[in-house]
């Protein structure tokens, strides 16, 4: 049974940091592309970041360019996502997401559909 579990969500104050980890179960995370997206109240799933399979290269939605950075540890098979500087923009609910046999990050990385397993969400809150 695939499974992806986040975890490390929390309510932090703006200018803060979050770390958070996606760990899987019966996927390999090491060999695939792995994402991470959020979806506030109200607002549609948006990509935050895709990582090619090695970790040798990752794009980031322009929203976060700077201030997160993902990362994996494939002995883990945990992929993490350290957010600093915190804005209460960044508040919403986020997701790693894979897709089955996909290794690097298409053109289209940022599209939700494109994604086959899901993680069951952590939420992330910035106050003011």
């Known amino acids: 049974q695939v499974q992806m579990v986040e975890s490390g969500g929390d309510l932090v104050q703006e200018g803060g940091s979050l770390r958070l980890s996606c760990t899987g179960s019966g996927l390999p995370i090491g060999n695939l592309a792995m994402v991470w997206f959020r979806q506030a109240p109200g607002k549609e799933r948006e990509g935050v970041s895709c990582?090619?399979?090695?970790?040798?290269?990752?794009n980031y939605a322009d929203s976060v360019k700077g201030r997160f950075t993902a990362s994996r540890d494939t002995a883990k098979n945990t992929m993490y996502l350290q957010m600093n500087s915190l804005k209460p923009e960044d508040t919403a609910m986020y997701y790693c997401a894979a897709r089955s046999a996909t290794a690097y990050c298409s053109g289209s990385w940022s599209n939700r559909l494109m994604y086959n397993y899901w993680g069951q969400g952590t939420q992330v809150t910035v106050s003011s």
């Open positions: 990582t090619n399979w090695n970790g040798g290269s990752t």
